[in-house]
């Protein structure tokens, strides 16, 4: 049995329709749209070494050259999962991952779409060279691998825009994978900058998988779904035919509907700052003072991502640095980000 030793980086992404509530295992309750990130990356780098039983995968794992117990445990279920379902091979394997952020841990931003869509290359990469002609296409297998990890995962395994979930707007889509919409997004989308302010460092005060057992009773339940679903298809028309102004609507009532989805759940969470609501609020006023169509998205947390165009960029960095910054009491840090063309294969060693 060979050894390999593979390392892939993969991008952050952040969803402009959320993904919010999910169906039976690790499927989505609605279709998700998404930005793929540029700047806010992971790198991992799993050594698979075989094992003499079939006792495995044996799993060692650090972040950032420290251990976790935590995320290892998860990483364990997972690989366990794999073992079982999808990738029988890694029963004679033992694995030791390391992985890294681009970005500080504690911004906020959604790490386990960078870290799970790197490891789900990893496996992919093994089981391609394993499996010569499995008959997958990598990219979909490592998409479907990834959102068994974690679902927003699944749209960080390509670059641009990103759409998973079932749609009839979506040639071949699937709950079980996502796929990449550029061909249909007009050239003027395909330079948008992210720029992201991080009011607040503090830790998350609910992981996202209790966050989407909170759908599961919600009272608004059936409106969230109805909702999400148009707001995926009218969205994928502004993309394609620039209607910015409708861009920019739909963009900030995700945000706002995610937050409202938490606030109204049992038991309920509020996760904007009082920062937050007043970066809000300063971005809607520069917006109807200058007329550029410059938008907020937030995650589950209080840190706000400002959309813009990049031709627009002079113009909404003053304001952010001249206006928005010096009005807000509390340190503010400023990640800029835009984006990104995807994941990429940084090495694949393998014993002949
Ligand atoms: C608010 O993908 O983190 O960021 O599948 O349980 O790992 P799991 O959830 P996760 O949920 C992301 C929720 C969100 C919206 C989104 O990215 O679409």
Same mark, same amino acid.
């Given at each position: #049995?060979?050894?390999?030793?593979?390392?892939?980086?993969?991008?952050?992404?952040?969803?402009?329709?959320?993904?919010?509530?999910?169906?039976?295992?690790?499927?989505?309750?609605?279709?998700?749209?998404? #930005?793929?990130?540029?700047?806010?990356?992971?790198?991992?780098?799993?050594?698979?070494?075989?094992?003499?039983?079939?006792?495995?995968?044996?799993?060692?794992?650090?972040?950032?050259?420290?251990?976790?117990?935590?995320?290892?445990?998860?990483?364990?279920?997972?690989?366990?999962?794999?073992?079982?379902?999808?990738?029988?091979?890694?029963?004679?394997?033992?694995? /030791?991952?390391?992985?890294?952020?681009?970005?500080?841990?504690?911004?906020?931003?959604?790490?386990?779409?960078?870290?799970?869509?790197?490891?789900?290359?990893?496996?992919?990469?093994?089981?391609?060279?394993?499996?010569?002609?499995?008959?997958?296409?990598?990219?979909?297998?490592?998409?479907?691998?990834?959102?068994?990890?974690?679902?927003?995962?699944?749209?960080?395994?390509?670059?641009?825009?990103?759409?998973?979930?079932?749609?009839?707007?979506?040639?071949?889509?699937?709950?079980?994978?996502?796929?990449?919409?550029?061909?249909?997004?007009?050239?003027?989308?395909?330079?948008?900058?992210?720029?992201?302010?991080?009011?607040?460092?503090?830790?998350?005060?609910?992981?996202?998988?209790?966050?989407?057992?909170?759908?599961? /009773?919600?009272?608004?339940?059936?409106?969230?779904?109805?909702?999400?679903?148009?707001?995926?298809?009218?969205?994928?028309?502004?993309?394609?035919?620039?209607?910015?102004?409708?861009?920019?609507?739909?963009?900030?009532?995700?945000?706002?509907?995610?937050?409202?989805?938490?606030?109204?759940?049992?038991?309920?969470?509020?996760? #904007?700052?009082?920062?937050?609501?007043?970066?809000?609020?300063?971005?809607?006023?520069?917006?109807?003072?200058?007329?550029?169509?410059?938008?907020?998205?937030?995650?589950?947390?209080?840190?706000?991502?400002?959309?813009?165009?990049? /031709?627009?960029?002079?113009?909404?960095?003053?304001?952010?640095?001249?206006?928005?910054?010096?009005?807000?009491?509390?340190?503010?840090?400023?990640?800029?980000?835009?984006?990104?063309?995807?994941?990429?294969?940084?090495?694949?060693?393998?014993?002949?």
């Amino acid at each position: #049995m060979r050894s390999f030793r593979v390392k892939w980086k993969s991008p952050a992404n952040i969803a402009l329709v959320k993904y919010w509530g999910k169906n039976g295992h690790q499927l989505p309750a609605n279709a998700s749209l998404s #930005m793929t990130l540029s700047e806010a990356f992971a790198t991992t780098e799993v050594t698979f070494s075989p094992l003499k039983n079939e006792g495995g995968p044996v799993v060692t794992f650090t972040f950032e050259n420290n251990t976790n117990e935590i995320f290892q445990q998860r990483i364990e279920r997972y690989l366990q999962y794999l073992k079982e379902n999808e990738m029988p091979f890694l029963q004679h394997y033992r694995l /030791d991952i390391q992985s890294q952020n681009s970005f500080p841990h504690s911004a906020g931003i959604a790490s386990s779409a960078a870290f799970m869509s790197s490891l789900a290359l990893c496996l992919c990469s093994v089981e391609e060279q394993l499996y010569e002609g499995i008959g997958y296409s990598f990219f979909e297998r490592a998409s479907y691998i990834a959102r068994l990890g974690s679902g927003s995962a699944a749209r960080s395994v390509y670059g641009g825009y990103v759409s998973w979930g079932r749609s009839k707007h979506v040639p071949h889509s699937s709950d079980e994978y996502a796929s990449p919409v550029n061909k249909t997004v007009h050239p003027s989308f395909m330079h948008y900058v992210d720029t992201i302010l991080i009011v607040s460092e503090k830790p998350k005060a609910v992981s996202s998988s209790a966050g989407h057992r909170l759908m599961n /009773d919600h009272p608004f339940q059936l409106a969230r779904y109805r909702q999400a679903a148009l707001h995926h298809e009218e969205l994928l028309r502004c993309l394609l035919c620039e209607d910015r102004q409708r861009f920019v609507e739909i963009v900030e009532n995700e945000a706002l509907q995610l937050h409202a989805l938490m606030m109204t759940s049992h038991p309920s969470y509020i996760l #904007m700052e009082p920062a937050t609501l007043f970066v809000i609020q300063q971005i809607r006023q520069f917006r109807s003072e200058t007329g550029i169509p410059v938008c907020f998205t937030l995650d589950a947390g209080p840190n706000i991502h400002v959309l813009y165009a990049k /031709d627009e960029s002079v113009a909404v960095e003053n304001f952010i640095n001249n206006q928005i910054i010096p009005s807000i009491a509390q340190p503010v840090r400023v990640m800029y980000d835009r984006l990104g063309n995807g994941p990429e294969q940084l090495f694949f060693e393998f014993d002949k």
